[in-house]
């Protein structure tokens, strides 16, 4: 299936900067999609009254359509204008406040249409105010995909001062190269961000311009290795320098999690953790860790939990056997917490489990913390 292609642009007053776009849009052989403006109050009613028209479809945008045979579709609905945290239009951007009113509005735009992963956006920042392309580019570089792109309209200072001018007649090859459609040079992290926020839905979760920022601070500090790391045990959740970076985690995970920062740290010195190995010695501390992490205790001699099990609470088959033997059986029960832990946890941060396959049957775990950065309580 085509994709949709998605013109996304700041503005201020200035709607040619829009029909501009188009046509540098039209050089490389893109002529439909969907045309989408952000901008203020008086914006708004700029780019309503001259790029939509009265009737509606009779302005700049379907005079182009007409002109260069395209077919971009643009609604009164297309015209998002910023509101201020008490939900009232910005007639303008003047504040520290409005400042940040509009970041959180074109990051949840950009959100939204690179979420769609039937569109392409392309994403003009030629218009508005210094500060609404410089958001604008900013969430592009977190979000952006391959196939994105962030542009600025260059036109030269002969047709920039033409007051009627939108776009050049399609006769007109002369005027054609007063118009540079300039795609900049952009870092794309696209999903790499979205694995750094541990989300694939940051506006479900709630996730606003300012909080990615302060996440991916947190994160270069944490690369850096001067970020401290607390383990909240009653909340089992994992702080970054105060902030809380995952959500609630099982007491199982928490349990694991808290067992590899103790006893398989290599920071630290301590040695890797191979389950097939290592659990029989590890029994007392691992049915420590099941306990602070509230991990309740079983009823039976069943699963990871069971460790937590008084020896005169085993069935008698159990105590005929020996304490080796039962713990030995509990190695296949760590697999799935284990394995939930490693995906519970955002990628690429120092507190992540390592894990590695030796053998088909055999795998060990670690964690690689500087215990002078981690706090457990």
């Known amino acids: 299936m085509q994709k949709k292609h998605v013109l996304l642009c700041v503005a201020g007053t200035t709607p040619a900067i829009i029909t501009e776009s188009l046509f540098g849009l039209w050089k490389k052989n893109i002529t439909k999609g969907e045309v989408h403006i952000i901008t203020t109050v008086e914006g708004g009613r700029k780019m309503h009254d001259i790029l939509l028209g009265e009737p509606v479809e009779s302005g700049q945008i379907a005079r182009f359509n007409e002109e260069y045979n395209a077919l971009w579709r643009f ?115 696209g999903s790499r961000f979205k694995d750094l926020l541990h989300t694939d839905d940051p506006l479900k979760d709630g996730i606003r311009y300012e909080d990615a920022v302060n996440l991916f601070q947190r994160y270069l500090r944490d690369q850096s290795g001067e970020a401290d790391i607390r383990l909240c045990l009653a909340e089992r959740a994992i702080y970054l320098d105060g902030c809380r970076i995952t959500q609630t985690l099982s007491p199982l995970s928490m349990a694991l999690h808290l067992f590899l920062c103790e006893h398989a740290n290599q920071e630290a010195g301590h ?63 760590m697999s799935k917490p284990l394995s939930e832990l490693k995906s519970a946890l955002p990628d690429g941060y120092s507190f992540q489990v390592r894990g590695e396959q030796k053998r088909k049957t055999s795998s060990i775990y670690y964690v690689q913390i500087d215990p002078d950065r981690l706090t457990i309580n």
């Open 75 to 189: 609604k009164p609905e297309y015209i998002e204008v910023i509101k201020d945290s008490s939900g009232e239009p910005l007639s303008d951007i003047r504040t520290t406040e409005d400042n940040l009113s509009t970041a959180n509005t074109l990051f949840a735009a950009v959100v939204k249409f690179i979420n769609n992963d039937d569109s392409i956006l392309h994403a003009s920042l030629a218009g508005g105010r210094k500060t609404m392309g410089y958001f604008l580019g900013q969430c592009m570089s977190w979000f952006a995909r391959p196939c994105d792109d962030l542009s600025h309209v260059l036109v030269s200072t002969e047709y920039e001062l033409k007051k009627d001018f939108y776009f050049p007649a399609r006769t007109d090859v002369e005027a054609h190269a007063h118009i540079d459609y300039a795609e900049q040079p952009l870092v794309k992290m």
């Open 271 to 333: 040695p890797v953790f191979n389950p097939n190995k290592d659990c029989y010695q590890h029994r007392n501390n691992l049915a420590a860790c099941l306990q602070r992490c509230q991990v309740t205790e079983s009823r039976q001699a069943k699963g990871l939990s069971a460790l937590t099990l008084p020896r005169n609470r085993w069935p008698e088959h159990w105590q005929r056997e020996g304490d080796e033997a039962f713990v030995k059986l509990r190695v296949k029960d």
